[in-house]
């Protein structure tokens, strides 16, 4: 069949649950046996979020293919268990930076650029471009209805139906009833001012997914589609769950595939769905009998959007583990005004360092992996984590007083330095300390080979791996011997012996670091095998305390 559009906005105000919704969506249409790829169109002027601050927008997802893209795209991989692709993430910026480049080389042919038909067939192209034979293909646009960067991609959306015909476009709007405690009311008023908005740019939407703390009445349903002009059963209630991962089944019941299926013409059932998967994690979510606490060290304090794929691999783990974990975020800056470590650690079992940028924060995770390494706790660095780790093993245990890394200090005992060359796609790939900011790490994922009789070989029981990377810096190895010596190893490496993933410490009972992300390749039902090791691993400390 001809590939179905379904285009995803939402209203009222931001952080509704776009992405999870589409998520979602894509899901119930997979299990009904459905090729199905989703799509991100974020209307900021950004090239892409790689240099954005992960306060402001959460965690940089990075795909296999090297793409920095929004966190979106994780959800998407974790709830289709499939691949996104770098060409599956675009952005206003991008959007506007190929128009301007194709008018430099005079493709336009000497026309006036503008923004329709100019910059509206540049992102109609996307929606469009590099398809697999998919069934149906999810398109979420970022940000709200009202939004002045939004406007253009909201009228390419509306031309892209028009082209395909209706019947094989849908829009589904994604809003907000609030609840005033006051008068102990859900308020329609705002969704419908959100799809009027909408109705303004052209866009009759098909469904609405009303975010709300409460369920709404038969009334307040009649009401949405009297004044939305949108008909009862596509008006879906959306409630709040305590874990995302009991969506589908949410969604499941509600009949919004169905309801899909209906609006473009499908029997549903000649594609019955297999819900099983989704019902038995939901009741594994629920019936979790030992409880681990992991510290996060991190600087960005609590901002789980931050670290968005970090805090759902650890979950999908404890889930396999069958452990109630409990993530208790410590604060860098607060651990290097204080020597009283015990206050913050003595009830934890496992400290993991994650990656970041930056100096700021640095002396309190390095503090949290000096406590871990001689108090025995298990412990794990990914990417500046496994950095962070080497400089201090390098100070505290070797004795090279000033180890560091040239992204902060030189001179100094650079036991991390600049990556300024290495092989990327069969080419080599050079940066320098001018290089632009944006899109000049090594990203995507590279082979790695694992030493044998090694804690990394007993993890991932093979000897090659392939795992994503995002970093522009690298272990020294003109220092390894050194660490040798202490006990500390380089056990994974790339395949040409050149650049350290990963390392531990053989005298400790787990104390891992590596060089890349594998919390990008975990899913709820394949968990990433380190942070199944890990939390087993903190899981006997805990036993043994």
């Known amino acids: 069949m001809m590939a179905k559009f379904i285009f995803v906005t939402g209203g009222v105000v931001s952080s509704l649950g776009k992405g999870m919704s589409a998520a979602t969506i894509g899901a119930l249409l997979k299990a009904r046996g459905f090729k199905v790829r989703i ?64 008018e430099r ?51 390419a959306i509306r031309q892209y139906a028009n082209d395909i015909g209706r019947r094989n476009a849908m829009f589904i709007h994604v809003t907000l009833l609030p609840y005033i405690d006051k008068v102990k009311e859900l308020k329609t008023k705002p969704t419908q001012h959100s799809v009027k908005n909408l109705l303004e740019k052209g866009i009759q939407a098909d469904m609405l997914l009303c975010r709300s703390t409460k369920p709404f009445s038969e009334g307040e349903r009649e009401k949405l589609a009297l004044f939305c002009n949108i008909e009862r059963s596509n008006i879906i ?57 992991i510290a996060l060290v991190v600087k960005y304090g609590d901002a789980s959007d931050a670290y968005k794929s970090l805090n759902e691999a650890l979950h999908h783990s404890a889930w396999a583990e069958n452990l109630d974990i409990n993530i208790k975020w410590i604060n860098t800056e607060t651990l290097e005004n204080t020597d009283d470590m015990d206050s913050f650690f003595r009830d934890v079992t ?3 360092v ?34 962070l780790a080497v400089i201090e093993f390098a100070r505290n245990v070797v004795g090279i007083k000033d180890a ?46 694992i ?12 000897e090659f791996i392939h795992e994503r990377h995002r970093h522009r810096y690298e272990m020294n190895t003109n220092y390894e011997a050194a660490y040798a010596e202490k006990g500390l190893h380089v056990t994974g490496r790339s395949p040409d012996g050149v650049l350290p993933e990963i390392i531990e410490l053989k005298t400790h009972p787990f104390f891992l670091g590596v060089q890349f992300h594998p919390e990008f390749k975990s899913t709820p039902f394949k968990p990433h095998p380190i942070f199944s090791n890990f939390l087993r691993a903190a899981k006997r400390a805990e036993k043994q305390k």
């Open 39 to 102: 799509r991100k169109l974020d209307p900021y002027l950004n090239i892409d979020p790689g240099t954005m601050s992960p306060l402001q927008h959460g965690e940089v997802y990075v795909t296999e293919d090297g793409a920095e893209t929004d966190l979106d795209l994780g959800h998407y991989e974790r709830f289709l268990s499939q691949n996104s692709h770098s060409s599956d993430s675009i952005s206003g910026g991008k959007i506007y930076y190929n128009v301007l480049m194709k």
């Open 105 to 155: 080389r005079g493709d336009y042919l000497g026309a006036t650029v503008q923004m329709i038909p100019n910059v509206t067939d540049e992102i109609k192209e996307f929606i469009s471009s590099g398809m697999l034979g998919e069934d149906f293909v999810i398109c979420e646009v970022g940000g709200t209805v009202g939004d002045i960067e939004s406007l253009v991609f909201l009228e």
């Open 237 to 293: 209630p959306a409630i709040d769950v305590d874990s995302v991962y009991k969506l589908p089944e949410l969604y499941y019941t509600a009949g919004v595939d169905q309801r899909v299926l209906e609006h473009f013409n499908i029997k549903s059932e000649d594609y019955v769905p297999d819900m099983n998967k989704w019902e038995e994690l939901a009741k594994k979510i629920d019936s979790l009998k030992d409880k681990v606490n």
């Open 350 to 352: 496992g400290i993991i």
């Open 354 to 387: 994650p990656g970041g940028f930056g100096e700021r924060g640095t002396v309190g995770k390095m503090k949290g992996i000096s406590y871990a390494r001689v108090s025995n706790i298990p412990y794990f660095g990914i990417c500046f984590g496994l950095q």
């Open 404 to 449: 560091n890394t040239t992204e902060f200090e030189h001179p100094c005992s650079p036991v991390i330095s600049l990556m300024t060359e290495w092989i990327s796609k069969g080419e080599i790939e050079k940066r320098s300390q001018d290089s632009d900011k944006g899109g000049t790490l090594r990203l995507g994922s590279y082979p790695c080979r």
């Open 451 to 462: 030493v044998e009789n090694t804690l990394a070989h007993s993890i991932y029981n093979t």
